[in-house]
């Protein structure tokens, strides 16, 4: 995350993950990762990083905002409108979101059909940063878009937001090399739930 921490740091202070360290392969003395050199007899280092089993080289515990954005009524429209008219209203949807979302430095996480679950882990604000995209994306959604209005009714959005403790990273796919930029944990589950509580246009 970028923060500064004491060099017999443990944890780190800005994000809660475990500081990385290099074991010298001379004397086991633990090094702050990047060194070069043993800071305890001067050996060369060459060894690998050594993490907690909780952290791979892809993943790491991280409190984190998860902002859950979903059309209200997409089945409806799903059956009622021509495919083609389904598929840029959600098209369109798709890309107001990302866009609202990395203006507030957050990153879409997955778009799931209809719906979009972003992630705002990086700085102190993550809450509040979440709170302003969600009011943003639905004035954005409110306004007259030429595919909302082929729909003939009016679009509305459900937006859920929860803060705490997950691991993030992108090797859930092991080997398989595509990676995807996600997370599990309690605010995955929390923010999917409470969107699905929320008024149509509400947070």
């Given at each position: ?100 979302i990395e203006q ?64 993030v990273g992108d ?33």
């Amino acid at each position: 995350c970028g923060f500064s921490n004491p060099d017999l740091a443990r944890f780190c202070s800005g994000c809660g993950v475990a500081v990385a360290k290099i074991e010298c392969p001379d004397c086991a003395a633990q090094n702050d990762s990047g060194s070069r050199f043993c800071n305890i007899c001067g050996h060369a280092l060459v060894g690998k990083v050594s993490e907690p089993a909780l952290r791979s080289s892809h993943a790491e515990r991280r409190i984190l905002t998860v902002l859950f954005c979903d059309l209200v009524d997409s089945t409806r429209l799903v059956d009622e409108l021509d495919p083609e008219v389904c598929r840029a209203i959600i098209r369109d949807f798709q890309m107001a979101c990302k866009e609202i979302i990395e203006q507030h430095e957050g990153r879409v996480s997955t778009y799931l059909g209809d719906g979009i679950v972003a992630l705002f882990s990086r700085l102190e604000s993550n809450a509040e940063r979440a709170i302003n995209a969600a009011l943003m994306i639905n004035r954005e959604i409110a306004r007259a878009r030429d595919s909302f209005s082929l729909s003939k009714r009016k679009i509305q959005v459900r937006c859920g937001i929860s803060t705490g403790l997950a691991v993030v990273g992108d090797d859930m796919l092991g080997d398989t090399g595509i990676h995807q930029d996600t997370a599990v944990g309690l605010p995955m589950n929390m923010a999917a739930r409470i969107q699905g509580l929320a008024q149509p246009g509400g947070i």
